[in-house]
């Protein structure tokens, strides 16, 4: 048709040379959240190039690390990323234990699985606000929050602190379960999934939410492969991988949870299993704080374990709320690491933003990077 | 020598030869009675003093009557419609706070007085001015936004006897003012020599040329329902039959939908959508100027409302009741009440990306409108109304 | 066994043959439940690791490591099969006088930014990585922080 007309449009079209215009967002911009800088270049609305600037909270973390006594690097990795921090110090954990090739009680696994899901239902309910801000929805974000403050009540009452919880200790936890901690962990997590229903009614029953996030930036599960994402942004794309079923660690294996994997790969596939993980996540909590009670009042939950690690590398990865962490450790015989590598999840995700954004339009991009969950203590290290 | 009641007579104001009015108005009579007590009391005064003198007569005398009366008119015209639009603003912060779980403003009158604390503390910010910006046209867009959002909520009236003009195109001057300020949004945003600024004023331009073919269509409906651009033949014509949001259910809805993307609120704020460009055409503005752009974001919200209710609720007037004693209350109460579902849309919904709003109203509300427009044809036809 | 077939899933045991068979260089130092460690000349990173990818099916990498032994250096791989979970552990030696290894970034994209990190961190140069630049720290350094010859301050 476009032939048929008088005027040569698409001629005009292709003679026409429009200005690419390069649009900082970040580090001082409501769509970054934490500091790092995307700069996108945009044809009019469209995006057209897309490079993630990060290292603004770069703190030299694993080289701090070289300098401190193991269990002195316990607090450190709280800080890893406020959101995960327990999954965090779990994984630091779980590293040193394999160098020093121990085996921790029965009753440390369990609470450390319970403290773990408490972790990722709260750093998805932070995901999930962010994504309410970053669609424009004010309630969602303030829905979220409140839901999220019942978890952070949780682990004031396991361990004491809200964020930076300090609580797994190499051969353990800090503490056994305090009073009532099951019972009110049970009433949460059922409370829980019906408040959970209300705020995925508010944006699944609205067409608005759905077609801001269905069918905007595409990835194939071969791209999501070779570039390494991980976590939800991996399921949402058809990659059937999950280290708790897939590799397990600690005692994973002996709980009965299903992986929500979804091929559509598009923002909202993504959406659809950090939602489903939190569901999933209920379960397992369940499943967990019964096996913690039927272990009894007085079984252990900590052994003692030697200061110095033999010579060697280990490694240890699990599955944090935002994908696949990973810590490398070089020990040589000292009471400090020689060397600590965190693989953190977000560093790969972030570094495929080009691949998210490019094609969409400048009003997806906050939309569509809401769903890479940003942290940036973990990111920059 | 006189008695003070010589001097304060309480005349008719449309005995007054200068009034401008055609019929009674209520703000222009409080005005001139009240410049009646306070000249009549001078006027007597300097009367006891030099008895027989020029001035005392010159001060109650119709003209001066009628400018002091103005002056006060004004005023009065001004400071109700702006204390109604603080009542929205605390009205939409109540309502979003009950509707996010929060409490919403809590400070003084059941958080009423937060609207003028804010307002304070604003006015004390610094005024800044970046320094690469285009000083004049930076300055007065910005003026103007404000100006024309002022303007066009002022001359909206709230019954038969409080408004300012009376004219048989009422209703197309207020929508023409109302249209003026995506215009001076776009300049600003090329004034700010700042890009999310700019994209922020060509998507409000976007926004206006989408949305402003399905209002006038519709406002067009109503007229012609009426068979009058007068805002006061409109709710009369209404209140003889029935309110015409019955005849056009799918108009007022579209209208509505128009009038939310016409004052740039949630979910169609693409202007300013916070996510991806800060705050869109305002980022550049700072302290009291940000604070009269916010208000006048209110102001325009708060006229959508009153158009609402003008085109589709029948105005001042009740059923089977009509004018009442005070139908300023009841119009603004209806407005209150429009603008509640504007603040439960914004509690609800999310943001609408910019193709997606162009086409809603390109290809959902024009022809909509053209259908209401059809419907109330055949009813005028059919000889319904 | 074939070491030219594709295995999808490939086990522990079959990743410890195929991979010496297939290059005889490649010394696999222990085996573990869902892991492999081995150790690669790093003249034949690159061909050991396009044959993990490609007839191993490990599609993803999950990290690149340096580490700074002082008297050498080295690069750790860790490479993940996304169907039965098992993973490779690669370490490569690099001597301390000539930092030079190939990249694999053109096998998993995923390894971009941390052969970045570890290029800016420790000084290992990537040959034929497509944007070889400082990501965490300022453009401004000239010196390889992470390295054991750059000493932190203090003891705590």
């Known amino acids: 048709m476009m032939s048929d007309s008088i005027v040569p449009v698409k001629e005009i079209e292709e003679r026409m040379e429009t200005d690419k215009m390069w649009l900082t967002m970040g580090p001082q911009h409501p769509f970054s959240h934490g500091l790092w800088t995307l700069r996108v270049q945009v044809d009019g609305e469209i995006v057209t190039d897309a490079e993630p600037i990060v290292g603004y909270l770069h703190r030299g973390w694993e080289k701090e690390t070289e300098n401190r006594t193991y269990p002195k690097i316990i607090p450190m990795a709280d800080r890893l990323c406020y959101a995960a921090s327990m999954t965090y110090t779990h994984l630091y954990c779980m590293t040193v234990e394999k160098a020093l090739g121990i085996d921790i009680p029965e009753k440390a696994k369990w609470i450390r699985i319970v403290a773990d899901e408490v972790c990722r239902i709260q750093s998805h309910l932070m995901w999930l606000a962010a994504v309410g801000t970053d669609l424009g929805s004010y309630t969602v974000f303030l829905w979220s929050m409140r839901e999220r403050e019942f978890f952070l009540d949780l682990n004031v009452k396991l361990c004491g602190a809200r964020m930076t919880t300090n609580y797994p200790r190499i051969g353990g936890v800090r503490n056994d379960t305090t009073e009532l901690f099951d019972r009110d962990i049970l009433r949460t997590v059922e409370r829980f999934e019906k408040a959970l229903w209300d705020i995925v009614a508010l944006v699944d029953d609205s067409s608005i939410f759905v077609s801001r996030m269905k069918g905007i930036s595409y990835l194939t599960r071969e791209q999501v492969a070779n570039m390494g994402l991980t976590g939800p942004a991996m399921r949402g794309c058809g990659v059937d991988f999950d280290i708790r079923r897939d590799d397990p660690y600690d005692n994973y294996d002996l709980v009965d949870f299903e992986v929500p994997v979804l091929k559509e790969g598009d923002s909202y596939a993504r959406y659809m299993i950090r939602i489903e993980e939190m569901f999933q996540s209920c379960e397992i909590i369940k499943q967990a704080v019964k096996k913690v009670q039927a272990l009894g009042k007085n079984a252990p939950y900590r052994v003692k374990t030697p200061s110095r690690v033999p010579a060697g590398t280990t490694f240890a990865r699990l599955e944090d709320p935002r994908g696949e962490s990973l810590m490398y450790l070089v020990s040589d015989g000292t009471d400090k690491p020689y060397r600590l590598k965190v693989r953190s999840p977000i560093f790969v995700n972030v570094s495929g933003a080009k691949a998210m954004s490019v094609g969409t339009r400048v009003a997806d991009v906050p939309a569509v990077l809401a769903q890479i969950d940003m942290c940036l203590g973990e990111t920059d290290r | ?385 | 066994m074939d070491a030219d077939a594709v295995y999808q899933t490939p086990t522990v045991e079959e990743i410890a043959s195929l991979l010496p068979e297939k290059f005889p260089c490649v010394e696999v130092v222990k085996t573990e439940v869902r892991r492999v460690h081995a150790k690669v000349p790093r003249e034949h990173i690159f061909k050991v690791c396009s044959y993990i990818h490609d007839n191993l099916t490990f599609e993803h990498c999950s990290t690149v490591i340096g580490v700074d032994y002082v008297d050498h250096l080295a690069t750790v791989y860790h490479l993940t099969n996304y169907y039965n979970g098992v993973m490779i552990e690669l370490s490569v030696d690099i001597p301390a006088d000539d930092l030079h290894v190939d990249s694999v970034t053109p096998i998993w994209e995923g390894a971009n930014w941390h052969e970045r990190e570890t290029w800016e961190l420790f000084g290992i140069v990537f040959d034929n990585h497509p944007k070889l630049e400082r990501l965490l720290t300022p453009k401004t350094y000239e010196f390889f922080p992470f390295r054991k010859s750059y000493k932190l301050r203090g003891t705590e």
């Open chain 2, 1 to 385: 020598m006189g008695h003070i009641l010589d001097w304060i007579v309480y005349k008719d104001t449309m005995a007054n030869v200068y009034t401008p009015f055609e019929s009674y108005n209520l703000p222009y009579d409080i005005g001139c009675k009240l410049w009646e007590i306070i000249g009549g009391t001078l006027a007597w005064l300097i009367d006891l003093i030099f008895p027989g003198n020029v001035v005392s007569e010159w001060l109650v005398s119709d003209a001066v009557t009628t400018l002091l009366g103005l002056i006060v008119f004004m005023l009065l015209i001004f400071i109700v419609a702006f204390v109604s639009t603080l009542i929205v603003l605390w009205e939409e912060r109540k309502v979003l706070g009950r509707m996010m779980d929060r409490r919403g403003t809590m400070v003084g009158m059941k958080g009423f007085l937060q609207c003028v604390a804010d307002g304070l503390k604003t006015f004390q910010k610094e005024n800044t001015i970046p320094a690469k910006v285009d000083k004049m046209t930076y300055m007065w867009t910005v003026t103007l936004v404000i100006g024309v959002s002022v303007l066009v909520l002022c001359m909206v009236p709230l019954s038969s006897r409080w408004y300012v003009v009376d004219y048989d195109t009422g209703l197309l001057i207020i929508m023409a003012f109302f249209a003026l300020a995506p215009f001076f949004i776009l300049v600003s945003g090329w004034a700010q020599n700042n890009k999310y600024s700019m994209i922020g004023g060509m998507r409000a331009a976007e926004l206006m040329i989408s949305y402003e073919a399905p209002m006038l269509i519709l406002i067009t409906t109503s007229a012609l329902l009426a068979g009058s651009f007068n805002i006061n033949d409109i709710v009369y014509a209404q209140m003889d039959s029935v309110w015409y949001i019955i005849p056009q259910v799918i108009g007022a809805i579209t209208f509505f939908t128009c009038a939310v993307a016409e004052a740039e609120r949630v979910p169609f704020d693409i202007a300013e959508a916070e996510a991806e460009l800060v705050e869109g055409w305002q980022t550049e503005y700072a302290g009291m100027k940000w604070g009269l752009v916010m208000l006048a974001d209110y102001m325009r919200g708060s006229v959508s409302c009153s158009m609402f209710v003008i085109l589709f609720l029948g105005g001042w007037t009740l059923p089977f009741i009509g004018d009442g004693p005070i139908p300023e209350i009841v119009f603004l109460l209806k407005a209150y009440i429009v603008f509640f579902f504007m603040s439960y849309a914004r509690a609800a919904l999310a943001r609408v990306r910019t193709d997606q709003i162009l086409n809603l109203g390109w290809k959902v509300f024009l022809p909509l409108s053209i259908f209401n427009l059809a419907v109330v044809i055949l009813l005028k036809v059919g000889g319904v109304f």
